[in-house]
């Protein structure tokens, strides 16, 4: 896998290294562009239109979305659009107070609404009103209709072709980058996972499931944003070829994702049996091998080099396989020893499979067009299509429109209060009010609480610096190094990056002789800004999550449901990665990720809205634990030929899918409690009688002591899909028990 610099082929390594770190990639791109501002504003010797031309690319900056060469190119022209719109609004509505009212509470709320189309109009939408707020500052001292929106266009745009330039150079660099962050994750969750193979007398995994739940998010969440990046260069779907090395990664890293995923068996059960044994201490040093394995390719994609293999995880597999044989000759008697060394076999098929996938990447063949190739893309095409989604939206159980709603009012109360109390420099209160008013009040706590610390240690600091560089040039320098940093800080540390947007913004009033002016008012604007943004988040049609709780596990198990399906199918058709089937694959992680982030925001929420902790978090640990299941079916789906055998899976299925169909009921809509658990209490009665009959472990009762342990296991795929669908049946009683408390809390909170 060669992802190579060819305008840099002698360049040392280190520097390759830090020139591939993305936040410093970013960093000099904002660099350049503030220099470039501050050079021209030097040699045409205008200090006046420094400020606007800085905040214009620090709009800009923050506008910009990844896509290929023209797919930016529109972007940005679709940035400028809507920035001439935002900045003449202003200067033509700003005189008016009840026009400009009205123009701010519906230009913020259809805004945010746009994002209803996709993540890059909500990009843009954020920016352009950052840019309306940033042209108030203009009005304030008192510059012509023209001259301030034309600077901040002019600003917008010298960032807009620096960055169409930086895309042309290295066209590469944002997959590459996301791809790494891919690898980067997975390599944190497979640490995670190697714990529970730690055999501690005792083991209670709900802990490490919940840690790894968490970790789990994270690369989900990476690989949600590796694929946009990937599509955002395809067309209609599908990459070009010069892209295919690229795209076969990420099949690569999404295979390796649905591996370590799973799990063969409870993990407390391998911990009993095995503690006086070395053999789950070798699969922890194996997994914590791989995920070094996986930081090297992350390092590789980064740098664009290739990528060298070591040859550590083939001894660790090696030695774990001499490990199984001496355990399976030294114990042929113990018959439930025996099943659980051919699960730990398929745990080591599946794990030397991620070995070979690893080292696949040292030398990936080009895309003959025989693989799977598309991707689903989720945008929207067509106009028609994008009033549909916005429309969608239009209803109160839409968090965007409920956002939309908060936010708007947020910014006309704000609003209300410069005028009320003639605030000077009350635009910092709507500046405020947009950063700090998120989606849920667990961002909301943590953008207030980053805010305010970062807003005063820039005011305690901006005091020596105003007294350190008392002149104009020194302070154009400080504002392009502040700008760079705070650019550098904004997705890692808020705070230091409200404290360097803060520095820049007293440098910016210093130009036009204000700088210890606005000390006070920047502080006490933050504060009532923060206070509304709060206000709102709480009593503006509130997002509590523990009401949105049972919403989310209900698509968690249909997800799970769903792609349970696709794997069941093809164990008769035989393994294909088709584009239905990582699309199921990928919504049970996504919505395993979404009930995870529901449930730590809840925890941060108001006392009084966070209800049934306890529960609602052993239904995440049954619920990733049961996907881990299905992703290790999943793993290991291949044709059965046998039909009866296939007709025993099919019907345990069947009956497993009927199970969690009557959990979502009684999750989604308001049941009596007796009928759905006399439902599910016969259907798992069924369930058992099956497995029972079947037996899935009877395969190995009757093997030889001296018989190839690996060609054993080949000869009994059934017994592997009936274990693992024994494991996720045995979660129906316990998830009917939970379903059944949520359902009487939600009936009792109803009534009350």
């Not at 900056?61 to 935002?86: I, K, Q």
């Not at 929420?605 to 978090?617: A, L, Q």
Request: glycine residues 6%; neutral net charge.
């Amino acid at each position: 896998m060669s992802f190579s610099l060819p305008r840099f082929p002698t360049v040392p390594l280190t520097l390759r290294e830090y020139w591939a770190n993305h936040r410093i990639n970013d960093s000099i791109r904002v660099l350049i562009a503030l220099m470039g501002v501050a050079l021209y504003a030097s040699y045409a010797g205008r200090t006046d239109i420094v400020t606007p031309l800085v905040l214009g690319v620090i709009a800009s900056a923050l506008a910009e979305v990844d896509d290929h060469f023209w797919g930016r190119v529109r972007a940005l022209g679709v940035t400028l659009v809507c920035f001439t719109v935002a900045a003449f609004s202003v200067e033509l509505l700003y005189d008016t107070p009840w026009l400009f009212a009205i123009g701010l509470t519906v230009s913020s709320f259809g805004f945010i609404m746009l994002g209803a189309i996709g993540e890059r109009y909500g990009t843009i939408a954020f920016a352009s009103l950052l840019l309306a707020v940033y042209t108030m500052l203009g009005m304030e001292q008192g510059s012509d209709m023209w001259m301030q929106p034309m600077m901040l266009l002019s600003g917008a745009a010298w960032y807009g072709i620096l960055s169409l330039i930086w895309i042309l150079i290295w066209p590469h660099r944002p997959v590459q980058h996301r791809l790494a962050t891919v690898f980067r994750q997975t390599a944190t969750y497979m640490e995670t996972k190697s714990s529970l193979f730690h055999p501690v007398a005792e083991l209670t995994p709900q802990p490490t499931r919940i840690a790894a739940a968490n970790r789990n998010a994270q690369v989900v969440a990476a690989l949600n944003q590796a694929k946009a990046s990937l599509l955002a260069r395809a067309r209609r779907g599908r990459l070009t070829q010069r892209h295919q090395a690229l795209l076969q990664t990420y099949f690569i890293a999404q295979d390796i994702h649905e591996r370590v995923s799973s799990s063969h068996y409870r993990y407390q059960d391998l911990a009993a049996q095995f503690f006086h044994s070395d053999i789950l201490f070798r699969f922890e040093a194996l997994l914590n091998t791989q995920a070094n394995a996986c930081r090297d390719v992350a390092q590789a994609l980064s740098i664009g080099a290739r990528y060298q293999h070591p040859k550590t995880g083939q001894q660790a597999l090696v030695a774990i396989q001499q490990s199984m044989q001496y355990l399976l000759s030294a114990q042929p008697q113990d018959p439930s020893r025996t099943a659980l060394l051919h699960q730990l076999d398929f745990l080591y098929k599946n794990l030397e499979t991620v070995e070979q996938q690893l080292a696949s990447l040292s030398d990936l063949a080009a895309n003959d067009g025989t693989q799977e190739s598309e991707l689903a893309d989720p945008d929207a095409r067509s106009l028609g299509e994008m009033v549909y989604r916005i429309r969608r939206q239009m209803t109160l159980k839409s968090l965007r429109f409920r956002h939309a709603v908060r936010l708007s009012l947020s910014l006309l109360t704000g609003y209300g209060v410069i005028q009320g109390l003639s605030l000077e420099h009350g635009f910092w209160i709507l500046m405020t009010i947009q950063f700090v008013c998120q989606t849920n009040y667990s961002a909301t706590r943590n953008k207030l609480k980053e805010r305010i610390l970062g807003t005063v240690g820039g005011l305690l600091l901006g005091v020596p610096a105003l007294y350190l560089f008392p002149d104009p040039s020194s302070q154009l320098a400080l504002m392009v190094i502040t700008g760079v940093l705070f650019f550098a800080f904004r997705t890692v540390q808020y705070t230091l990056a409200t404290l360097f947007i803060t520095l820049l913004v007293l440098m910016c009033f210093s130009q036009f002789g204000q700088g210890f002016a606005v000390i006070l008012p920047r502080l006490g604007d933050t504060v009532i800004g923060c206070l509304i943004a709060v206000v709102a988040v709480r009593y503006v049609l509130p997002d509590w999550q523990a009401h949105r709780l049972r919403g989310i596990m209900t698509e968690a198990l249909q997800a799970n449901r769903d792609y349970l399906a696709h794997v069941i199918a093809q164990y008769r058709v035989g393994k294909r990665d088709n584009l239905a089937y990582r699309i199921a694959r990928r919504h049970a992680h996504n919505t395993d990720a979404e009930l995870t982030t529901a449930i730590s925001n809840m925890l941060v929420e108001p006392g009084r809205y966070r209800t049934n902790i306890e529960e609602t978090f052993r239904f995440l640990c049954l619920n990733n634990a049961m996907l881990s299941y299905i992703s290790a079916l999943g793993a290991h789906r291949r044709r059965m030929d046998d039909e009866v055998n296939h007709q025993k899976m099919a019907q345990l299925h069947r009956d497993i899918h009927q199970s969690l169909n009557a959990l979502t009921e009684r999750l989604r809509r308001e049941l009596p409690t007796e009928q759905p658990d006399q439902v599910a209490s016969t259907g798992d009665k069924t369930l058992s009688g099956q497995l029972a009959e079947l037996d899935p472990d009877a395969a190995y009762h009757d093997t030889e002591p001296d018989a190839d342990f690996h060609e054993m296991a080949d000869n009994t795929p059934l017994s592997m899909v009936l274990q693992q669908l024994t494991l996720i049946q045995r979660m129906i009683p316990e998830l009917n028990l939970l379903t059944t408390t949520l359902h009487q809390q939600a009936l009792k909170q109803s009534r009350t």
